[in-house]
């Protein structure tokens, strides 16, 4: 089966160091003993990827807690019902820990029946009583504190596993309600996510709550490069025009074990009858052979003579759907590959759903949460035993100029692309950033190359162990207050988040031909660290601001040295792993300043792969829908463009001329005169 059509936007090679399978003698495997590290804090987040144990680590915490912290109990409080299962019994014991985890089963109210409101009263019953561990779903949680108050929780450990459902926005019930938490300060939390950002580009704490909580982040690079088996993993998208059932074993190979995940019914890309969307796919598959009868999964001949057994989870029968579901939960046939070859699903199989075999997720159209793309991801990132390569493929429908809908087509395309580039983001090593300086010198524990480090250019050192880049860069600011300093060590993701999701950005950075990088990198970026982060002052702004922009820059050069984008033939290149591309990046230039790295568009490569990925007449289509859209300056980023003018002029003595030929130079005079034109006009009227 040949998957030449799906065009790859970054392709990442990790080491099979074997390191994050690994357990110390408590049973702890990395991740698990460096959230175990602060298991004494009050307020502790730990963002990491998916399978990398965060229910087992919140266990080895909450018992501490309640062992040797004076908790009286512990809450875990989950988003669907399914999720509860990760916090089943577990004898800790057998692997080193000093204690077991036991919840009741009455108190996994996750597997109790009847709805959530009718479960609060069970909530109080537990409070009320000696038991010390409560499983629930987000939903029963929110209207137990509803309808008893946040005082009834004093004393306790409230666990929120998938934190990025909370929201600083007040309508959010949950945020609202962790906030109330956090202002009587009675309760400890434990906050656990594989993505600390939201599809909205809502924060997900306000910035006055989020300092109180300390951070443990394990990093996808981390989790990947540590494990035995998968070495490589793909993330890409492809361009289809009809019906997507016709173009899906394009990219579809049935001897990978694949999720498929349909377009919601709501969608451009749904035919609007599920079901006939997924007998499609499966006739497309092979002959039809009937249904296992213990399993309810559909069984199908392929041309081969192969028999796939497919999981159908879009039925809306629920006799059958909870078969199906039932079968794939089955702890006895866990470590069994050949148990199910492809799972079609719609809205289930994301969040904390567990298949460790699975080597392909297929997702047709655009998922409206990049959270939601990221969990889909990490269904394949799991470590398996011959599972060498993984992927993900986003399968969108090309815009067709006879469409009513081709704005939102396009619109669709911009935001698979945000995607991508987030996800080619979180995937990267860890980047340190520091400004070179006469007195710089080597950091123990990293590796500068061939030739060690270099006094007198910016050297890169790496830790393969860690998964972290030192970087020097000339000209980088630093940042000054603590809050800051948190920022660019453990936030640049959801800084970047923010700007790839911002279309105006997207828009611009892939089809704007007069752009100027600059007015990306530095006056959209500088606005949303602005309101982002209002507390901050303009000099931390702006060490957050050059911090982001070096992540997501050398990131995106990197990919362009690692698909081989600048070579001559128009297919991409040798697989060379991502992070190469990082050093090989830095070694080209012979000095890496941050006014150099502020000059890179961050578009450009996603552009490179999109000419590749879709045909040239859609293309153009493309480019002419977005370029109809004057730009127009607004007057806060003329004020921007007038600061870093002024700027201008303290460094090189005079104001930027509208004349020269450095397109940025001109670009601040623009909004210096914008500026005087507008004082003109409100003293004229």
Request: hydrophobic content about 35%; aromatic content about 8%; glycine content about 6%.
């Amino acid at each position: 089966m040949s998957n030449e059509k799906s065009v790859p936007s970054v392709s990442v090679t990790y080491s099979q160091s074997g390191t994050s399978t690994k357990s110390n003698e408590l049973g702890m495997r990395p991740m698990q003993e460096r959230a175990y590290e602060k298991r004494g804090e009050q307020y502790l987040l730990i963002k990491s990827p998916p399978a990398s144990g965060k229910s087992r680590a919140l266990m080895f915490i909450a018992l501490d807690k309640l062992c040797n912290q004076g908790l009286k109990q512990a809450v875990i409080v989950v988003p669907e019902k399914s999720i509860g299962a990760s916090f089943h019994n577990e004898l800790l014991s057998d692997f080193g820990f000093w204690a077991d985890w036991n919840v009741e089963p009455k108190w996994n109210l996750c597997n109790a029946p009847g709805s959530d409101g009718g479960k609060v009263n069970s909530v109080k019953s537990f409070l009320d009583g000696d038991d010390e561990v409560l499983v629930c779903t987000h939903a029963t949680f929110r209207f137990a504190v509803e309808k008893f108050g946040v005082a009834v929780f004093d004393d306790r450990l409230i666990a929120i596993d998938e934190f990025h459902h909370v929201s600083a926005n007040p309508d959010n019930k949950l945020g609202s309600h962790l906030a109330q938490l956090l202002e009587r300060d009675k309760v400890h939390v434990v906050a656990m996510t594989g993505s600390y950002f939201r599809g909205d580009a809502e924060p997900v704490l306000m910035p006055h709550d989020e300092v109180r909580f300390d951070t443990v982040t394990y990093t996808y690079y981390e989790q990947l490069n540590g494990y035995k088996y998968l070495k490589t993993l793909d993330i890409g998208y492809y361009f289809y025009s009809g019906a997507y059932a016709d173009d899906i074993l394009k990219v579809l190979d049935p001897t990978e074990k694949t999720i498929v995940h349909i377009p919601s019914v709501n969608s451009r890309e749904s035919t609007k009858d599920k079901h006939r969307e997924v007998e499609h796919i499966i006739d497309e598959l092979g002959e039809w052979q009937g249904t296992d009868d213990l399993t309810g999964f559909q069984l199908v001949k392929t041309p081969e003579g192969r028999t796939l057994r497919i999981a159908d989870l879009v039925d809306d029968d629920p006799t059958k759907r909870d078969k199906v579901s039932a079968a794939l939960k089955d702890p006895t046939q866990k470590n069994n590959r050949d148990h199910v070859d492809i799972i079609i699903a719609l809205g289930m199989a994301k969040e904390g759903f567990d298949w460790v075999w699975c080597e392909h997720a297929l997702t047709v159209g655009y998922r409206a949460s990049l959270t939601e793309i990221v969990q889909i991801i990490g269904r394949a990132t799991r470590d398996a035993p011959g599972k060498a390569a993984a992927r993900f493929t986003n399968l969108i429908a090309e815009p067709d100029a006879s469409e009513s809908a081709v704005t939102e087509a396009v619109n669709d395309t911009l935001k698979a692309i945000a995607a991508s580039l987030l996800m080619e983001q979180v995937l990267a090593p860890r980047f340190n950033f520091t400004p070179k300086q006469s007195d710089s010198g080597p950091v123990e524990g990293f590796d500068y190359g061939e030739g060690g480090y270099d006094p007198d250019k910016c050297n890169v050192g790496v830790n393969e162990e860690t998964g972290q880049y030192q970087v020097e860069i000339k000209g980088l600011a630093e940042p000054k207050s603590e809050e800051a300093t948190r920022i660019c060590n453990e936030d640049l993701n959801e800084v970047i988040a923010s700007f790839v999701q911002d279309k105006t950005t997207v828009e611009r950075g892939l089809f704007d031909e007069e752009l100027v990088p600059e007015e990306l990198t530095q006056v959209r970026m500088g606005k949303i660290i602005k309101e982002r982060y209002p507390e901050l002052d303009n000099e931390d702004q702006e060490a957050v601001r050059q911090h982001a922009v070096a992540a997501l820059n050398l990131t995106q050069k990197a990919k362009e040295v690692a698909l081989g984008i600048e070579s001559d033939d128009d297919e991409p290149g040798a697989n060379t792993a991502l992070i190469d591309g990082v050093r090989k990046f830095a070694m080209d230039v012979r000095d890496l300043d941050i006014d150099l790295i502020d000059r890179i568009n961050p578009f450009s490569e996603a552009y490179a792969i999109l000419a590749k990925a879709m045909t040239e007449d859609s293309l153009k289509q493309v480019a002419a829908i977005i370029s109809g859209k004057r730009v127009q300056l607004t007057p806060e980023e003329a004020r921007d463009l007038a600061r870093r003018a002024l700027k201008f002029k303290q460094e090189r003595g005079r104001l930027p001329d509208i004349t020269s030929s450095d397109a940025w130079e001109r670009r601040m005079a623009e909004g210096v005169a914008f500026l005087a034109r507008m004082k003109q006009g409100a003293s004229d009227g």
